[in-house]
C-alpha cells in the first residue's frame, strides 16, 4: 500500500469487474439466447423472462462501463498524487496534468476519498492536502506566542491572533 492511495483496493475492484464480465459473459448471455430460442407465440412469460434479463444485462453493462472509467482515472490520478513534494495539490494543478477540468477532478477526488483510493489526504474548494508524518512541526507565533502545527516549508496562519507564520 501506498502512502496516498491504496493500490490493494485498486487489484480489489479490479477483481470485481472480472466477475461481472464473467457473470455477464458467460451467464446470462447464454441463457438469454437459449430463452429467445425457446420462445413460442403465445408464451409471454419466456419474453417477460427474456425483458427482464436483458434489463440486467444492460444495467450491468453500463455499472461495468462506469467502474472501469472511474477505475481507469484512480490509476490515472495514483502516480500524481505519490509523487507530490509540497503535500498541497491545487485542482488547477492536478487539471494541467490530466486535462480532466476543476469540476470534474473535484468530483473524482470526493469519490476517491469516498470509496478509500485516496488516503491521508483531506480535501477542500481549492485543493487536496496530502497528510504526511514527521512533517508538521509546532512554532510559536511571534506575535501572541501561541503553539501552531505547521507543515515544514510552507506558511499558515497563527490560529490565535492571525499573523503569518512561516517555517522553512
Known amino acids: ?49 427474456v425483458s427482464i434479463l436483458l434489463t440486467i ?4 453493462l453500463v455499472f461495468f462501463i462506469l467502474v472501469i472509467k472511474k477505475s481507469n482515472r484512480a490509476k490515472r490520478y495514483a502516480p500524481i498524487f505519490e509523487e507530490d513534494h509540497d503535500g498541497i495539490l491545487t485542482y488547477k494543478r492536478i487539471d494541467e496534468m490530466t486535462g480532466y477540468g476543476v469540476e470534474r477532478i473535484k468530483k473524482d477526488v470526493n469519490w476517491l476519498l469516498q470509496a478509500g483510493y485516496l488516503q491521508n489526504a483531506v480535501a477542500d474548494e481549492e485543493k487536496v492536502i496530502l497528510l504526511r508524518e514527521n512533517e508538521f512541526i509546532n512554532i510559536t507565533c511571534p506575535t501572541c506566542g501561541a503553539s501552531n502545527e505547521i507543515r515544514i516549508g510552507s506558511s499558515n496562519k497563527c490560529k490565535h491572533c492571525g499573523s503569518y507564520l512561516r517555517r522553512v
Open 1 to 49: 500500500m501506498d502512502r496516498y492511495f491504496n493500490r490493494e483496493k485498486l487489484k480489489g475492484s479490479n477483481k470485481y469487474l472480472v466477475m461481472c464480465y464473467v457473470l455477464f459473459g458467460v451467464i446470462l448471455l447464454p441463457l438469454i439466447i437459449i430463452l429467445i430460442a425457446g420462445i413460442q407465440e403465445g408464451e409471454t412469460h419466456m419474453i417477460v423472462t
Open 57 to 60: 444485462m444492460t444495467a450491468e
